[in-house]
Each structure stands twice: as C-alpha cells, then as structure tokens.
C-alpha cells in the first residue's frame, strides 16, 4: 500500500474516531442537560405552594408565608420564561400522577395541585401539549392535571374536551370537568355546549352532580326557557336541601329571566321544611322580579 494511500486511511480512521467522540459528548451533554431541566422543573413544582388548610381554616401557615409566596412568583416566571425547555417535564410528571395514583392518592393528589399551579402560571404557553394532553384525557387517565391544563390553555377547543367530559360514565370525571368549564362563563359557544350535559346531571342520583350541574348552569345564565324548569324541578322536589338551595340560588341568578319561575318559588319560600331553602326562595323570589341584582344571590 502506498504511502499516500496509508495516510488517507489514517486520516479517515481519525476523523471517525473524533465523530464518535464529539458524539458521545453530545449525547452525555444532551443527557445531563435533560436531568438538569428535570431537576429544575422538579424544584419549580415543589415551590409552587400547595394549599395546608390548619384547623382554625387559615389556609396557610403564618410562618413562612411570605417566603414561600416570593419562591412560588419565582417558580411560575422560571416555567413562563422558558416553556419550551419545561414542558416536556411537565408532560412527564402529568403521566406520573396516574401512576401515582394507584398506590398513593394523597401524593397524587398534591402533584394534581401543583400541576394545576404550573399551567396556570403558563396558560397558552402550555398548548403544544394540548394533543398528549387530550390522548391522556381521552383515555380517562390523569384527568385531574388535564382539566387543569385545559381550562387555564383555555379557548374554545379546550372547553369542548370538558364538556364531553359532562357524559363520562365516570362520575369524577363529570364532577372534574364542571369545576373547568367555570372558566368558560363568557364562551358562548361552550356554554352552549354544555347545557345538554348539565341537564342531564340535574337527573343524577347523585346531590353532588345536581349541586354542581346547577351552579354552573347558574354561572352561564343561558338557554332560559329549557334550564328553568329542570331547576324548578329540583329546587321543587329534591330529597337533598342542599341541592334545592343549589338549584333556587341558580333561579335567582337568571334574572328576570327566571320570572316562570314566581309561582313555585313563592310556594317554596313558605313551605319548604328547611328554613335554610325558605330564605334563599325569598332572595331569587326578589332576584327574577327584578327588585335585587342576580349577583347579589349568595
């Protein structure tokens, strides 16, 4: 072999063996870099502040409280500054809490909450998300930090995966996607939406299904015509006190519009065997003929 011919092959083996190198720096750069940012995003999580309720009901601990109200604002402008770095992680540790969950509902239940703090500190930021998201909830798996994604992403798409939500024959699932679509008050088109599925809720065995179906229907204050009567019906002759109050306080919210609804909260405001549904009658009773605000049903 020629002289020439050797050092062109010596030159070639070189070049491979400096690919490889630079390679394998890259990949162990790319891997220490990845636990840096899941490190990172771990210690935004745990600074984020997760409601302890004491036993006087203060939510937080006096104690600390500043300090650790600085280190949340912190940790939400970390994952607002830089989503793209941090949302990956954050998709992982959705993932995590179905896991979770199965042997350990208490920490499941605290990622849900600190979860739900980090996507409202990203809001829109966090859409690229939104297709894995939708494939977890879709699946009926952490549906917890999904609703919490969707509702602070927000926009029309979002409110629509909740609303399908309103059907699951899964009762927490129903009861979760109500608490999300609050925030879709002022999307006409989802309020729309969600109008068959809470009517539907208002014929649960369940008090808890009516209790929440009827404030939210009392938060949207849409589709009159259909929505009073089912919550006369209620508000009428439900066995739990709660969800008659629940459904009397969102008579009252309509308005006038609730004015079909005079006669039988006239009747209630006299009859009813608990003095907690007679009083709340006589306030929507004022509310729907127009001598008080909605907004002043409380």
């Known amino acids: 072999m020629s002289k020439s011919r050797i050092a062109l092959l010596v030159v070639a083996v070189s070049l491979v063996v400096v690919a490889v190198l630079v390679l394998k720096f890259q990949i162990g750069e790319r891997g220490r870099m990845r636990e840096k940012n899941s490190d990172e995003v771990n210690d935004i999580l745990e600074a984020l502040p997760v409601s302890t309720t004491s036993t006087n009901g203060i939510t937080y601990k006096v104690d600390g409280l500043q300090t650790r109200l600085k280190n949340s604002r912190q940790a939400a402008e970390k994952l607002r500054a830089n989503p793209a770095v941090f949302l990956p992680r954050v998709m992982e540790e959705v993932y995590a809490v179905e896991r979770v969950e199965a042997t350990n509902r208490a920490a499941a239940a605290k990622k849900t909450e600190r979860l739900a ?7 829109g930021e966090a859409r690229p998300l939104l297709p894995k998201l939708k494939e977890e909830f879709d699946r009926g798996r952490s549906i917890g930090p999904c609703v919490a ?9 979002c409110g629509l995966m909740l609303v399908s939500g309103l059907t699951n024959a899964d009762q927490i699932i129903r009861h979760t996607c109500v608490s999300g679509l609050s925030a879709f008050a002022t999307n006409r088109e989802v309020a729309l939406s969600a109008v068959p599925g809470l009517l539907s809720m ?18 949207f204050r849409i589709e009159h015509e259909t929505v009073i009567p089912a919550l006369i019906q209620v508000a009428e002759g439900d066995s739990d006190f709660i969800a008659r109050i629940s459904a009397i306080k969102a008579i009252g919210r309509f308005g006038t519009n609730g004015a079909a609804a005079k006669p039988p909260l006239e009747k209630i405001a006299i009859r009813d065997e608990k003095t907690q549904v007679r009083r709340i009658a006589s306030v929507a009773l004022r509310a729907v003929s127009g001598d008080i605000s909605p907004d002043d049903i409380r």
């Open 117 to 123: 703090l980090a996507f409202e500190a990203l809001g």
């Open 149 to 157: 994604a969707f509702r602070y992403i927000g926009g029309t798409d």
């Open 202 to 219: 208002l014929k649960d065995n369940s008090a808890l299904s009516k209790v929440l179906a009827s404030g939210l229907l009392g938060t």
